[in-house]
């Protein structure tokens, strides 16, 4: 292909000329751009037709203006890379991004013999096998390139050689919807971040009951599609605190691929259909003061210890500021210190700190090793030496919840209490309490953890350690 530079182009063949410079054109000078009239300067390196040639100029014109001239010097180039033989004495032939004569090498995949390439024209000789499809193949990752080069420039946007390539690479991973979930879940496994994954996936594995293959692009997803999925999910029998989980999980890979340059927004769908609409309160779920005096004096004595432990671990959680089940599992003796308790609560990141009271204070007596280390866990939930990795903590945890939650179950029972016990009841239960004993509204919601758990969370992360402590005092 060529550029075609005329006096009509103006001082865009000053610029061209110091680009096609600055690329290490072969007889190109920044000084002398080209002929006065009309000249072709043969370029591989650019394989753009005359009218995205010009629109390149015009882009460049632009970008001058806005100090952004730099993004523009990235060449495309498709080379037989003749420095090294493979095995079968054939050449790879690799895709070449020059920026400021630096370079970058990405492998096509494909080789060719040294005799088959014409390295005067870079391009395969008459004689090469497969030369058509090589032709093509050539063709069209020098323009999707290209094209990615104008696209972003004509926004605006900052870019380099790193950033094109991966841009380049997440683009051909991802394509569907399915890869874009599979996309978003090895990323979070990649990452051990094992309970977003979870989420993910119970997303996709619900697409996929209703839609039956999730191998469908983008733009297939438009408003009357998610309404057809909004009601088959009623058809399940899905409530709405389920059903506004699953779609903003369907929004968020949406985002996802938005925000990676893989769709556009005009398909995005969510615009029209709104999430918001779905009832996502919940009925409170919290037990009174006496109830927990009921299920303290509970005489366990002759009962498996694992019924002990999970009256420990719900009582833990209700005087240990409503602490959840997984972040009881991951303290650790390093974490109480001045008769306070401080940890990073594992779902949102935020420092959270209590005061231990007396009740706290007897159920980790009841649990420490006097051979314990500052990095052991209190609880014996996990061991450090045997659950190593963040899949075997959460599988762990996992199994040690089911079994306190059977037990707390029967507990309840035993207590003749109507609610049916669970660790996160404690939860609920020290929030309901908190309010009533005149702690602010607006600093811990009625519906702690459900309604707007993030919103919650960040009241609660607000208080000053003396309101906690005062209002803790009328735990019983």
């Known amino acids: 292909m060529t550029y075609i530079c005329s006096h009509n182009i103006g001082v865009w063949r000053s610029w061209l000329a110091h680009l096609l410079w600055e690329q290490g054109v072969e007889g190109s000078s920044p000084f002398t751009p080209t002929d006065y009239q009309a000249v072709t300067v043969s370029v591989a390196a650019f394989v753009l037709p005359l009218n995205d040639a010009l629109r390149l100029f015009q882009i460049l014109c632009v970008s001058r203006c806005v100090s952004n001239f730099t993004m523009l010097t990235i060449s495309v180039q498709v080379i037989c890379y003749n420095v090294r033989p493979l095995r079968d004495s054939s050449y790879p032939l690799m895709l070449r991004l020059t920026q400021h004569r630096k370079r970058k090498y990405i492998s096509l995949g494909i080789s060719v013999k040294e005799k088959d390439w014409d390295f005067k024209k870079n391009v395969p000789r008459k004689s090469c096998p497969d030369r058509e499809a090589i032709l093509k193949l050539i063709s069209d990752k020098v323009s999707a390139y290209n094209s990615l080069i104008m696209e972003l420039t004509a926004k605006q946007q900052e870019f380099t050689m790193s950033t094109l390539i991966q841009t380049l690479e997440n683009r051909k991973k991802v394509q569907t919807v399915g890869q874009m979930y599979d996309y978003i879940i090895n990323e979070l496994r990649k990452s051990d971040k094992l309970g977003n994954m979870e989420v993910y996936k119970y997303s996709r594995d619900s697409l996929l009951k209703f839609n039956k293959s999730l191998d469908i692009p983008f733009s297939d997803i438009n408003c009357q599609w998610l309404e057809r999925y909004e009601t088959w999910l009623h058809g399940t029998g899905c409530k ?61 004595s002759g009962e498996q210890p694992y019924m002990r432990f999970a009256r420990d671990i ?38 959270i700190s209590f005061s231990l009271s007396d009740a706290g204070c007897e159920i980790i007596s009841r649990y420490s090793r006097p051979d314990a280390k500052q990095d052991d866990y209190i609880f014996p939930i996990l061991d450090r030496k045997k659950h190593r990795t ?30 049916h016990l669970t660790t996160y009841i404690a939860r609920h239960t020290f929030a309901t309490v908190l309010k009533r004993s005149g702690v602010n509204i607006a600093i811990i919601s009625e519906s702690m953890g459900h309604s707007d758990i993030a919103t919650t969370q960040i009241y609660l992360d607000s208080f000053e350690n003396s309101q906690i402590d005062e209002a803790m005092k009328n735990l019983l």
């Open 240 to 300: 709405d605190t389920t059903i506004s989980q699953l779609f903003r999980t369907f929004r968020s890979v949406f985002n996802r691929a938005l925000s990676m340059k893989l769709i556009k927004q005009d398909i995005y769908p969510f615009s029209e259909f709104k999430v918001s609409k779905f009832d996502v309160r919940t009925r409170k779920r919290a037990v009174s003061k006496e109830d927990v005096k009921k299920i303290m004096s509970l005489d366990l």
């Open 390 to 419: 963040e899949i075997q903590r959460k599988n762990r945890i996992h199994k040690v919840l089911r079994h306190v939650n059977t037990n707390l179950a029967e507990i309840g029972k035993m207590a003749g209490l109507e609610t």
């Open 314 to 351: 719900f009582l833990f959680s209700y005087f240990g500021a409503g602490i959840n089940f997984s972040d009881i599992a991951l303290l650790r003796y390093c974490d109480i210190s001045d008769s306070r308790v401080r940890y990073i609560r594992k779902k949102t990141g935020k420092d």
